[in-house]
T-cell receptor
Framework: EDQVTQSPEALRLQEGESSSLNCSYTVSGLRGLFWYRQDPGKGPEFLFT???AGEEKEKERLKATLTKKESFLHITAPKPEDSATYLCAALDQTGANNLFFGTGTRLTVIP | KAGVTQTPRYLIKTRGQQVTLSCSPI?????VSWYQQTPGQGLQFLFEYFSETQRNKGNFPGRFSGRQFSNSRSEMNVSTLELGDSALYLC????????????FGSGTQLSVL
């Protein structure tokens, strides 16, 4: 059964304190690994898509990486505005265009 | 370009009632997907519509149904509401190609009393 697990559930960082969020996936024939950001009261907002092991993508203070079993979202020198819930989602090879989401990591960056 | 619009923003219903939620996708997008989000389960896929046809379906009971109109707008219906149906219902649109990123609306918060 396809499954996506994220850790930690919650993370508190001081402003400027870098860290990483983990996403472990068990998906038959991964077609894409997605990262989304969700702010309170809003829908998820797309950040990255990774397609194959070894791939990396960057956007401002965020960098996403992918291995055959995990993806990491590295946050470098975070700012308070980076506080949000970060969601990881996997798309499998069934041809069905639905995403398997993890339950997210709630990040709080303290000034 | 306007984003994905969901109405209403909040709904309060009682057990046994039915509810209809509406979603207007981004102009030009032909695929609309619906997700249920709860604190314990996270986001779970309900179904996807493409060009007025249900293309994919998640593991939800038949009480959950949807449809898509010729202008790509979509509605989701839940009949015989149960307390466990309380959740944030999110709609997402895309052009419909595989591996494509989804654009989400802000959701409809449904509370069943």
């Amino acid at each position: 059964e396809d499954q996506v697990t994220q850790s930690p559930e919650a993370l508190r960082l001081q402003e400027g304190e870098s860290s990483s969020l983990n996403c472990s996936y068990t998906v038959s024939g991964l077609r894409g690994l997605f990262w989304y950001r969700q702010d309170p009261g809003k829908g998820p907002e797309f950040l990255f898509t990774l397609y194959s092991a070894g791939e990396e993508k960057e956007k401002e203070r965020l960098k996403a990486t992918l291995t055959k079993k995990e993806s990491f979202l590295h946050i470098t020198a975070p700012k308070p505005e980076d506080s949000a819930t970060y969601l990881c989602a996997a798309l499998d090879q069934t041809g069905a265009n639905n995403l398997f989401f993890g339950t997210g990591t709630r990040l709080t960056v303290i000034p | 370009k306007a984003g994905v619009t969901q109405t209403p923003r909040y709904l309060i219903k009682t057990r046994g009632q039915q509810v209809t939620l509406s979603c207007s996708p981004i102009s030009g997008h032909r695929s609309v997907s619906w997700y249920q989000q709860t604190p314990g389960q996270g986001l779970q896929f309900l179904f996807e519509y493409f060009s007025e046809t249900q293309r994919n379906k998640g593991n939800f009971p038949g009480r959950f149904s949807g449809r898509q109109f010729s202008n790509s707008r979509s509605e989701m219906n839940v009949s015989t509401l149960e307390l466990g149906d309380s959740a944030l219902y999110l709609c997402a649109s895309s052009s419909g190609s595989a591996n494509e990123k989804l654009f989400f609306g802000s959701g409809t918060q449904l509370s069943v009393l």
